[in-house]
């Protein structure tokens, strides 16, 4: 029975440590969102569907900064025509720690953070006009680890883009669920020498 409760307690520390480990300074983040929904905020509510693939590298503990694109076709539901939507830039996400004040641990491995992009981005509207401008967000999230290295995301983010062209400011809330695929350090540099060979 000793044996049993101490495996239980060490396999309840391992998995908490795992949770640790995927975002320590050095390790990679790889990952795309999968599904998208919207909610305009001034141009009514619809849905999209994008490839919104992301990247970024733990420059400290917690702490992750990378690169966006976003790929993706939209539709309000007012009966406006179909919009193709495209961004690149840089983002950045913060995890909090399960012992950081007012942070309530969902589950033992998954982690809420916060993500915040800013990138230039634009959309062409089917037989309409077309814009480009600066594209940002920011938003939480939860990601929750059901492998050492792979997460399972949900992020409700505003979402906004400046035009620099015929529109104006273009705003909504998205919620967004997808994967992110922790890599440590080692793994990146063992991956990389067995591409280039």
């Known amino acids: 029975m000793k044996k049993l409760i101490l495996t239980g307690i060490l396999a309840v520390a391992g998995l908490a440590t795992t949770a640790n480990a995927q975002i320590q300074q050095g390790n ?7 599904l998208s929904s919207n909610f305009g905020l001034n141009t009514g509510g619809g849905y999209s569907i994008a490839l919104q693939p992301k990247g970024a590298y733990f420059i400290k503990d917690n702490v992750s900064v990378g690169g966006y694109v976003n790929l993706g076709i939209s539709k309000v539901t007012n009966g406006s025509p179909t919009r193709f939507d495209y961004a690149v830039g840089g983002l950045g996400r913060y995890y909090l720690s399960p012992g950081e004040k007012g942070v309530d641990n969902l589950l033992q ?22 814009t480009t401008g600066l594209d940002f967000g920011v938003g939480p999230g939860y990601s929750y680890f059901i492998t050492p290295n792979i997460g399972l995301e949900g992020l409700v983010k505003y979402q906004g883009q400046a035009g620099f062209g015929s529109e104006g400011l273009n705003s909504n809330i998205t919620f967004n669920v997808g994967f992110s695929i922790y890599i440590p350090t080692s793994k990146a540099k063992q991956v990389a020498r067995d591409v280039a060979q």
């Open 109 to 130: 491995h998954g982690r809420w953070f916060f993500e915040g992009n800013v990138g230039i981005g634009g959309s062409s509207v089917e037989n309409g006009n077309s």
């Open 28 to 34: 990679w983040l790889v990952g795309s969102s999968l």
